[in-house]
């Protein structure tokens, strides 16, 4: 059975970096093929995929987020690390991660965490 | 940032069909499967339809998908209460390094 769960402030001030955790279980990202990734859903609107990590540490990111975005793994503790720089109110949004068996495919998801930026 | 391009509403009554159209271009749609998630007010998306037919275990049969170019259409047969939700095609895109892309979501309401 796989989850994942994210965790992380829920409060973050315009400019501050933020740094989400997914914990996971019932896969290895040590397997080959597996991956995680993070997407986001401003309060009414839709999905946007941010980032994604495989196995072999590739990594993918959102083109217009790139330059604001890094994801890593821990594959002992079953945890994938969202940072994001540089935090504007319009990056208020729930934060989700998702398990990956493929390109383009999230077939498992978190419930969420949702972040507001606000002084 | 949605490259795909997807109704913003869709209706009917129980028991009508429901057709919700997901329209992309080559470099997603047209290279690579289209998968489509539902999300329930108030919860995480769920995997509905995945390689752009196929149906996980436990998602009724009522939903089907098909892909046909650069498009997509996601149809709900026999429409339930249950099924009003959001609905969202999504794909890969070989574009740049490659990207992830969903579409801009449809609201489905049964009347």
């Known amino acids: 059975q796989i989850t994942l769960k994210e965790s992380g402030p829920t409060l973050v001030k315009p400019t501050q970096t933020l740094t989400l955790t997914c914990t996971f279980s019932?896969?290895?990202?040590?397997?080959?093929?597996?991956?995680v990734g993070w997407i986001r859903q401003p309060p009414g609107k839709a999905l946007e995929w941010l980032a994604l990590i495989y196995w072999d540490d590739d990594k993918r990111y959102s083109p217009s987020l790139k330059s604001r975005l890094t994801i890593t793994k821990d594959t002992s503790k079953n945890q994938v690390v969202l940072t994001m720089t540089n935090m504007d109110p319009v990056d208020t949004a729930t934060y989700y991660c998702?398990?990956?068996?493929?390109?383009?495919?999230?077939?498992?998801w978190g419930q969420g965490t949702l972040v507001t930026v606000s002084s | 940032q949605s490259v795909l391009t997807q109704p913003p509403s869709a209706s009917g009554t129980p028991g009508q069909r429901v057709t919700i159209s997901c329209s992309g271009s080559s470099s997603n749609i047209g290279s690579n499967t289209v998968n489509w998630y539902q999300q329930l007010p108030g919860t995480a998306p769920i995997l509905l339809i995945y390689n752009n037919n196929q149906r996980p275990s436990g998602v009724p049969d009522r939903f089907s998908g098909s892909k046909s170019d650069t498009s997509a259409s996601l149809a709900i047969s026999g429409l339930q209460s249950e099924d009003e939700a959001d609905y969202y095609c999504a794909a890969w895109d070989d574009s740049l390094n490659g990207l992830h892309v969903f579409g801009t979501g449809t609201k489905v309401t049964v009347l």
């Open positions: 998702a398990h990956t068996p493929l390109f383009g495919l999230f077939d498992y």
């Open positions: 019932g896969f290895s990202l040590s397997t080959s093929g597996v991956g």
